[in-house]
């Protein structure tokens, strides 16, 4: 009804404000930005208020009952301010969080997860996936839950990391590795970014030594690296390569140059073949 | 000329003013001209040829005409996303407007913005970021202060805009400071698919800035608007702090090119604005009316007009991609070029600025 989904003016602080304000008082808030590349007036918000709350006030209050979603990431014609990938400014900060899916049944699973999750969640959804993936989703509520990464693929030789839009793309690579190549790849999707499963790609890295991630953010600083960091950590001895990451270029998100900028499968492909012949 | 309604002003603009022939001429062409630049992106978009964002101007033409013709070149704009009529107003030939639209290295930009980020000398766009623009032309009328060259800063934004915070920061800045700042709301009633009743408590825009003072205009009428424009301008280079002007408009398009426009409101309402209220019909009625041109003459304009669209838009799909090299360039002054880090070793792009 019209009291309970309705728009705002166009405020992105005003609106995550509201939101971390109406959970707090004890409702169920879902604020939605339009694109997640206008997040940043929130950014403040979301990294100082809803973040810390629990924390700064020793558990007596809490905005868990705060979801946000934003549309995420590439989707062809975007250009600069259409379809930047902001999940590693958010995986920075301790108190959120951060959960992308690959499709619609996830999509749902994981958004009701986030909704009744007793954290404040900012869930980016795929634009590019909007109009262009179809599947059967179950009419009754279901939940996906958070913090575990799912393993589409088992294989013996290389990991492959992703998450949203991407994982189709590693998907394809593993096919071309598999018919090409002969190697076995294990797919995995990470989908929540913040707190990630770390069991489960160090449990895959352990078995095949080498790791390839990719995702369409610039590479310097991009979430890839967190994830490289703590597999080196925790599997150093099991790397039979150094860990690969297949990201976009140090640039601003280009307008005409998308093609080239984007991590596409044969650039993911490249990737995993100097890995299995290093 | 209609009365402005003023807050906190004594007095208003004239409510008369002196158009000669060359200078209706010159409005006229200059408004024709972004209207069939306008309708030619249309075209350009349903063929493909132009692909991403693209917000439309035509409808408020008079706005960007009134206001130029009321400035001073060495003067500064800032706008929005919706800034083709400015782009060109500020000078920028149609056919590098429209190749920048198809992403050319011929484009004003080199191909790299695209609609929504095209800039020239004293023109700073072209931002995407709703809002993010009027605390960037305070900071440019604070260099105007500073320089000491007597120019004035016209700081742009639309209803939409006018409820994001940024924008009252700005104002009190402003205010302040006494910085030689116009903001303009461009009030084309409609935020995307929200009318301004829907979005804003207060819809009186030019009252918002509250301890600034401000007038309302009639965004339809070019004549109008430079006379508020000139009244606003002279307010400023006395040293008498920011102004605020609210131009009622309108926009045919809808937001962006994947908006129809005609979900939020009627076709009827749409009719009745471009027949009783069309800036160019409207300036084409007053000169005819004042015997200042006959319509043969203004019919040779259009013809002229057109004939300039076709050879933009044929200079803007043959003229080829900015090469790849580009992808890297422009990210930092950095003497001398820097690598750019990507996914593969063997294609590093250098940066060069």
Redesign the interface.
């Given at each position: 009804g019209k009291d309970r989904v309705f728009?705002t003016?166009?405020?992105e602080?005003?609106i995550v404000g509201f939101g971390i304000g109406v959970a707090v008082a004890g409702a169920t808030a879902i604020a939605e930005i339009q694109f997640a590349?206008?997040i940043?007036?929130a950014f403040d918000q979301i990294v100082n208020e809803a973040a810390k709350y629990r924390y700064r006030s020793g558990d007596l209050f809490n905005c868990g009952n705060l979801t946000i979603r934003a549309p995420w990431g590439c989707v062809?014609?975007?250009?600069?301010?259409?379809s930047q990938s902001p999940e590693a400014f958010f995986a920075h900060c301790p108190g959120i969080k951060v959960v992308i899916p690959r499709s619609p049944l996830q999509a749902k699973g994981l958004l009701l997860s986030c909704i009744e999750d007793k954290n404040p969640c900012i869930f980016f959804e795929p634009k590019i996936l909007y109009r262009a993936a179809v599947e059967q989703v179950p009419v009754e509520p279901y939940n996906i839950p958070l913090s575990q990464a799912e393993v589409l693929q088992t294989g013996s030789d290389v990991t492959l990391v992703a998450w949203g839009t991407q994982v189709h793309v590693i998907k394809e690579v593993a096919a071309m590795a598999q018919e090409k190549l002969g190697v076995s790849c294990e797919v995995i999707d990470l989908r929540t970014i913040l707190p990630w499963d770390t069991e489960t790609v160090c449990k895959a890295m352990v078995k095949t030594g080498r790791l390839l991630i990719s995702h369409e953010a610039p590479?310097?600083g991009g979430f890839a690296s967190e994830i490289s960091s703590t597999v080196q950590e925790e599997c150093f001895l099991n790397l039979e390569a150094p860990i690969s990451?297949?990201?976009?270029?140090?640039?601003?998100f280009?307008?005409?140059?998308e093609p080239?900028?984007i991590?596409d499968k044969w650039?993911?492909y490249?990737?995993l073949r100097n890995m299995i012949n290093y | 000329l209609q009365k402005c309604d003023l807050h906190r002003l004594e007095e208003g603009p004239s409510t008369t003013a002196v158009m000669t022939r060359e200078e209706g001429l010159h409005y006229y062409k200059t408004m024709q001209t972004i209207r069939r630049m306008e309708l030619k992106s249309d075209q350009l978009y349903k063929q493909k040829i132009i692909?991403?964002?693209c917000h439309l101007y035509d409808g408020q033409e008079a706005c960007c005409v009134g206001l130029e013709v009321a400035i001073k070149p060495t003067d500064h704009v800032i706008t929005a996303y919706r800034a083709h009529g400015f782009t060109y107003a500020r000078g920028v030939p149609v056919r590098e407007i429209l190749a920048e639209l198809t992403?050319r290295k011929g484009g004003c930009v080199k191909?790299?913005?695209?609609s929504?980020?095209m800039y020239t000398k004293n023109f700073y766009g072209g931002n995407?970021?709703?809002?993010a623009q009027v605390p960037l032309g305070a900071g440019i009328a604070l260099a105007c202060k500073y320089f000491g060259k007597n120019e004035i800063c016209l700081t742009l934004y639309g209803d939409?805009?006018a409820?994001?915070?940024?924008i009252f920061e700005t104002y009190n800045m402003a205010a302040l400071w006494k910085l030689p700042c116009i903001f303009i709301c461009e009030n084309n009633r409609y935020?995307m698919g929200?009318s301004v009743e829907?979005?804003?408590a207060s819809t009186d825009y030019y009252k918002r800035g509250d301890f600034i003072p401000g007038l309302r205009v009639d965004g339809m009428d070019v004549l109008c608007v430079r006379e508020a424009a000139k009244f606003a301008a002279e307010y400023c280079r006395a040293g008498k702090g920011p102004i605020l002007m609210e131009l009622q408009t309108y926009r045919y398009h809808g937001h962006s090119m994947s908006d129809p426009g005609i979900s939020y409101r009627t076709r009827e309402e749409i009719q009745e604005v471009r027949s009783k209220s069309d800036p160019i019909t409207l300036l084409k009625d007053r000169m005819v009316n004042n015997n200042l041109a006959s319509i043969e003459e203004l019919k040779e304009i259009d013809v002229a007009v057109r004939k300039e669209i076709e050879e933009a838009a044929q200079f803007a799909t043959t003229d080829p991609?900015?090469p790849?090299e580009?992808?890297?360039n422009h990210?930092y002054f950095n003497e001398p070029p820097f690598e750019?880090?990507?996914?593969?070793q063997w294609i590093r792009?250098k940066?060069v600025s």
């Open positions: 728009n003016p166009l405020c602080q005003g590349d206008y940043f007036p062809g014609h975007g250009a600069l301010y259409h590479l310097t990451r297949v990201c976009g270029y140090d640039t601003p280009p307008h005409i140059f080239f900028y991590p650039k993911c490249d990737a | 692909r991403g964002f992403g191909g790299k913005g695209g929504m980020h995407g970021i709703v809002g939409g805009a409820n994001q915070g940024q935020g929200t829907r979005a804003a991609e900015p790849l580009e992808l890297g990210i750019v880090r990507g996914p593969n792009y940066s």
